[in-house]
């Protein structure tokens, strides 16, 4: 089938790749100083399921690629690219310099590991960013439905068409409906809902980067954690679905959180610093 595109007015364009050819051109404008948007589906996406696509936007082009892992198999990682014979997808998933952004990379990162024996280098963690720096309790993590619906300032248009298609193919999921991903050919909707889960989510990293300004010791930490959350996703014992999962690694304690928003800097509301220092003062004997 090769490349094709679709595109409307609400959804962006978007490119399925799924033939050697079509990938070696996709892989030949990816460098050290691109920054890569991703995200994973398959059935279960885990050790124990499938990956059967991975959604790639290459920021600032809006246009979504979405790599047919299913149809390409192996040879999704490991076709070269059409500039040169060293650049591969898993080349360019392990490299560090290439940066990655994901909403939580953990099933994502266990799934090529565990599957394809690729790893990925270069993360930053979306989902912790958002944890980072949240202006009040952070003990539990944000799934990606709630923090668009919630923290970006999209049109009723655009936010009812992302939340009608989000919700209309996990309910299939939830009701046991099995290889939605995996079909072929790919319908229309499963596009859209893999294009919608990596659209939003440059949009994510800026409305998160704009409630305050991260340090440099902040920034390591975020790396660090990130980096963490692929590392353990290797582990013989990572549980997919572990009931740990939940929580935020920084925790929620009012005081912690207050010191948090001192080392991250400008941007935290003077009424949140105000109620979390009244609420640490009321804690001291």
Same mark, same amino acid.
């Given at each position: 089938?090769?490349?094709?595109?679709?595109?409307?007015?609400?959804?962006?364009?978007?490119?399925?790749?799924?033939?050697? %050819?079509?990938?070696?051109?996709? /892989?030949?404008?990816?460098?050290p =100083?691109?920054?890569?948007?991703? #995200?994973? *589906?398959? +059935? &279960?996406?885990?050790?124990?399921?499938?990956?059967?696509?991975?959604?790639?936007?290459?920021?600032?082009?809006?246009?979504?690629?979405?790599?047919?892992?299913?149809t390409?198999?192996?040879?999704?990682?490991?076709?070269?690219?059409?500039?040169?014979?060293?650049t591969?997808?898993?080349?360019?998933?392990?490299?560090?310099?290439?940066?990655?952004?994901?909403?939580?990379?953990?099933?994502?990162?266990?799934?090529?590991?565990?599957l394809?024996?690729?790893?990925?280098?270069?993360?930053?963690?979306?989902?912790?960013?958002?944890?980072?720096?949240?202006?009040?309790? %952070?003990?539990?993590?944000?799934? /990606?439905?709630?923090?668009?619906? =919630?923290?970006?300032?999209?049109? #009723?248009? *655009?936010? +009812? &068409?992302?939340?009608?298609?989000?919700?209309?193919?996990?309910t299939?999921?939830?009701?046991?409906?099995?290889?939605?991903?995996?079909?072929?050919?790919?319908t229309?909707?499963?596009?859209?809902?893999?294009?919608?889960?990596?659209?939003?989510?440059?949009?994510l990293?800026?409305?998160?980067?704009?409630?305050?300004?991260?340090?440099?010791?902040?920034?390591?930490?975020?790396?660090?954690?990130?980096?963490?959350?692929?590392?353990?996703s290797?582990?013989?014992?990572?549980?997919?679905n572990?009931?740990?999962?939940?929580?935020?690694?920084?925790?929620?304690?009012?005081?912690?959180?207050?010191?948090?928003?001192?080392?991250?800097?400008?941007?935290?509301?003077?009424?949140?610093?105000?109620?979390?220092?009244?609420?640490?003062?009321?804690?001291?004997?």
């Amino acid at each position: 089938m090769g490349s094709s595109t679709t595109s409307s007015s609400s959804v962006p364009k978007v490119s399925l790749i799924d033939h050697s %050819s079509a990938l070696k051109d996709f /892989l030949a404008i990816i460098n050290p =100083s691109k920054t890569l948007y991703l #995200d994973l *589906e398959g +059935t &279960n996406l885990s050790r124990h399921g499938t990956l059967d696509l991975i959604s790639v936007l290459i920021y600032p082009d809006p246009k979504v690629r979405i790599i047919d892992v299913k149809t390409l198999g192996n040879d999704a990682f490991t076709t070269p690219s059409r500039k040169d014979n060293k650049t591969t997808l898993q080349s360019v998933f392990e490299n560090k310099s290439i940066r990655k952004y994901l909403w939580d990379v953990r099933n994502d990162a266990d799934a090529l590991k565990s599957l394809h024996n690729v790893g990925l280098s270069g993360v930053i963690d979306l989902q912790l960013l958002e944890n980072m720096t949240r202006p009040g309790n %952070s003990l539990f993590i944000m799934g /990606l439905k709630q923090a668009i619906e =919630s923290d970006l300032d999209l049109s #009723d248009q *655009e936010k +009812t &068409n992302w939340v009608k298609c989000k919700r209309d193919i996990g309910t299939r999921l939830n009701s046991g409906a099995l290889g939605l991903f995996s079909r072929r050919p790919l319908t229309s909707d499963i596009i859209q809902y893999c294009a919608g889960d990596v659209r939003y989510l440059p949009l994510l990293k800026k409305a998160y980067e704009e409630r305050c300004a991260l340090t440099p010791d902040w920034l390591k930490r975020l790396k660090k954690a990130s980096a963490r959350r692929v590392q353990e996703s290797h582990l013989p014992g990572y549980k997919p679905n572990g009931r740990s999962k939940r929580y935020g690694p920084w925790g929620a304690n009012p005081a912690s959180h207050f010191q948090k928003g001192r080392h991250l800097g400008r941007g935290l509301d003077s009424k949140v610093v105000s109620r979390v220092s009244s609420l640490i003062k009321a804690a001291l004997p």
